[in-house]
């Protein structure tokens, strides 16, 4: 039938609802588990806490992914990476049970030094095997002006992890393992400057800003006298796109478009 369309933007449409069958008006209605996964403990908290308590509510389950061990975000020249460590994975535990998560996952890699090696990416292949998410939430690796190199690169593996994670060649030993490749249904980035789908979170900013608080070690008292206006500030911002006072703002694409697609930013 495609062979007949002679305007791009009927084919794009009639690529889009009849043969990708894409719905961004409620990319979680058939989740029952999302892996929402974090270079940092709080990355989940800052970017989806009203999001996350909302599906938590719904009865989906949340888990959480960190891929670093937060072991450098502090200005305490007393305070050792491995007191911090042990710090923010209480806080963690603490701010994930706040918006309704109870299972958070580590790969303890150590903060700032993130790398892009096939050996973290596979070790996240591993996790979404063997939990089997029907939805991934990634930090947007494109988002302008990112400067920490932890958030980049958690953005790529994680994309990347989604697309190999199905492919039983790839890390193989998961097979005689006996973790079984998986295919995941949903791909949503967070941190985004470009969203195309919206959560009303106004009911929940003040649940949210707490499990953000939580993490202590971070959000000491100076430092929340400019983070509270900030992480209000960016709820705004989100919430002018869609006509509320506050929401939280995600990207999601078709899994076809993650690749060799000159019009994927249209969607």
Known sequence: MFEEINDFDEAFRRLLDEVLEFDLSN???????VLCIEPHP?????GLGGTIKRLTDSGIEVVYLCLTDGSMGT?????????????????????????GVEKILWLDNRDTELEYTSAVRNEIVKVI????PDAVLVPDPWLPYEAHPDHRRAGFMGIDAVAFAQLPNVAKSD????????QVDVL?????????YFVDI?????????????HKSQFTDDV??????FLRTVGLYYGKKVGVKYAEGLRFFPALFLHITPFAELV
Request: proline share 5%; with cysteine; net charge negative.
């Open 175 to 182: 097979l005689y393992a006996g973790i079984k490749p998986h």
């Open 75 to 99: 200005t305490d020249e007393s305070l050792s990476t491995h007191e911090l460590a042990l710090i923010r994975r209480k806080e963690e535990k603490e701010s994930a049970k706040m918006l």
């Open 42 to 46: 709080d990355d989940c908290a800052i």
């Open 129 to 132: 095997r063997a939990e089997r």
């Open 27 to 33: 990319p979680f209605e058939d989740a029952e588990k």
């Open 202 to 214: 106004t009911d929940l900013m003040e649940l949210k800003l707490k499990a953000i608080g939580a």
């Open 188 to 196: 949503g980035l967070y941190y985004t400057a470009r969203p195309n």
């Open 224 to 229: 929340w006298e400019k983070w509270e206006p």
